[in-house]
């Protein structure tokens, strides 16, 4: 995970239908305005790689482990996020983003607070080490659009608690994203070059000059729906959360929730990301 160390953090609110209703947060962001009913609801940092003097400082903390989930020492609830995380280059010019290339994709745990009442987004996304979670094993990316290798994928997830395992998440293509490929690739230029400090967003343009203009970048794209499970299922101690990005041209849903109960992964067809909650 050290390599990660440099790179921006940034996240999606909003990309995959229901899921801000299921996470209780669509109050949070009823004055926000979109360009189309479907279109995400922002962007939000959850590790800045230098110091930024408008952030909350603990936004300098680094959260990404592909092992381990530590709550925070609050007495709060915390959810998992199952969803897609991209490893990114950034292109600039004249101090602005032009392009975001996404190179690797894999299994990613946006893990949040639930609290209402939070003044921003990242409020709730990163309260120290081992706050959020991405996969060891990602895959190449060889062209982020219809065609590529990801329009054969899916994602999954699942709880274990006292050795039974559940689904938390729902089995969905990652085609299901609301925007996705070339449109989102254009939206976050876009929403990163000209997001404002409003409501729950933050002014990600200035933190990146104040972070010299990072050229890496892990962005996780959105959470997809819970199942009726996991939208009421919080983290405690002795869990574990397991994310499945599995190719399902090769393999079938019932064979990742036997490879899950068995913890014995296809790495050729999965990135999995499995963490302990302490």
Avoid at 181 to 193: D, G, H, R, S
Wanted: proline letters at 4%; glycine letters at 8%; charged letters at 25%.
């Amino acid at each position: 995970m050290a390599k990660y160390k440099h790179f921006l953090g940034l996240g999606i609110a909003g990309n995959f239908a229901l899921h801000l209703a299921q996470a209780g947060e669509l109050e949070e962001f009823k004055d926000i305005i979109t360009a189309d009913e479907a279109a995400p609801k922002g962007m939000f940092p959850f590790y800045l790689p230098k110091p930024v003097s408008g952030a909350k400082e603990i936004l300098g903390m680094f959260p990404l482990s592909s092992s381990a989930i530590k709550l925070p020492d609050a007495d709060v609830n915390v959810q998992a996020e199952p969803e897609v995380g991209l490893v990114c280059k950034i292109q600039y010019k004249d101090k602005k983003i032009v392009k975001i290339i996404p190179t690797h994709f894999g299994a990613y745990n946006d893990c949040s607070i639930r609290v209402a009442g939070a003044s921003k987004i990242s409020d709730k996304k990163n309260w120290g080490a081992d706050s959020k979670g991405i996969s060891d094993n990602l895959i190449s990316i060889d062209k982020f659009e219809d065609g590529g290798v990801m329009d054969n994928y899916s994602i999954c997830s699942f709880l274990r608690r006292d050795d039974e395992v559940r689904a938390y998440g729902e089995d969905v293509e990652l085609n299901g994203y609301s925007y996705f490929y070339e449109k989102l690739e254009a939206w976050m230029v876009n929403q990163i070059n000209t997001q404002e400090d409003f409501g729950p967003l933050e002014p990600l343009s200035e933190y990146i000059a104040e972070c010299e203009y990072p050229t890496e970048a892990v962005i996780s794209i959105g959470a997809t729906r819970y199942t009726p499970y996991g939208e009421t299922t919080f983290l405690k101690s002795g869990d574990e959360v397991i994310i499945v990005v599995y190719n399902a041209k090769n393999i079938s849903a019932q064979d990742v929730v036997k490879s899950v109960e068995n913890k014995s992964y296809d790495n050729s067809n999965m990135s999995v990301l499995a963490q302990k909650v302490l």
